[in-house]
């Protein structure tokens, strides 16, 4: 199985406001640089957008070390995602936000071998530093590394920001050990 990287980062100006997602891909010797855009996000949707971006582009399963500066990103994929799929993709009162870039990430990371790194955003690790000047850039011009300018390369599920999982029917078989609801931002 190939061995890969993903560096990823996600920008918003303002939150809401125009945003913007970067992921640096390496495979050994070889480098790619992917970035675009929404007009009207969050920073939290931009920091998902990334490694769903940097997934899409592999081409066959790989071993792949995906490295954030968003704890939000890196304890939703490793932690808090547990919860959410054994609730159907919903909290105690409400769906999971963003639910549908979730879904799309869980989908996406389960066709490779995964695993989750952090990085200190603004510091030493200059892919990420790379990944952030990306993503603030295509924020603020609403480019893309797509020659045809689109913002993003077609999504998996392509369920939209309107998606709404369907709640629950989960009164009898509630969990006992569950963690409290605010535990998470999800």
């Known amino acids: ?12 100006l303002g939150n809401p406001g125009p945003g913007g997602w970067a ?8 480098k790619k640089e992917l970035f675009g855009y929404d007009p ?4 939290n949707r931009m920091e998902l957008m990334a490694p769903i971006q ?4 592999l081409k066959e399963p790989c071993e792949v070390e995906i490295t954030t500066d968003s704890e939000y990103v890196r304890q939703g994929m490793t932690v808090w995602i547990i919860w959410w799929k054994r609730r159907q993709w919903w909290k105690k009162n409400r769906p ?9 990430l869980d989908e996406l990371a389960a066709r490779h071998a995964t ?14 530093n790379r990944c952030d000047w990306l993503a603030q850039d295509a924020a603020r011009t609403q480019t893309s590394s797509w020659t045809d300018k689109r913002p993003h390369a ?14 629950p029917q989960l009164d009898l078989f509630e969990l006992a050990d569950e963690p409290a609801d605010d535990s998470d931002p999800g």
């Open 96 to 104: 999971v936000r963003n639910a549908d870039l979730w879904m799309e």
């Open 1 to 12: 199985m190939k061995r890969v990287e993903i560096i990823t980062d996600g920008s918003c």
């Open 23 to 30: 992921c640096i891909l390496r495979f050994g010797a070889a």
């Open 115 to 128: 695993t989750w790194a952090w990085t200190k955003g603004h510091a030493d690790h200059e892919d990420n």
């Open 40 to 43: 009207h996000t969050t920073n």
């Open 54 to 57: 940097g997934l899409i582009a």
């Open 154 to 167: 077609p999504l998996l599920l392509n369920l939209g920001l309107a998606y709404v999982p369907p709640k």
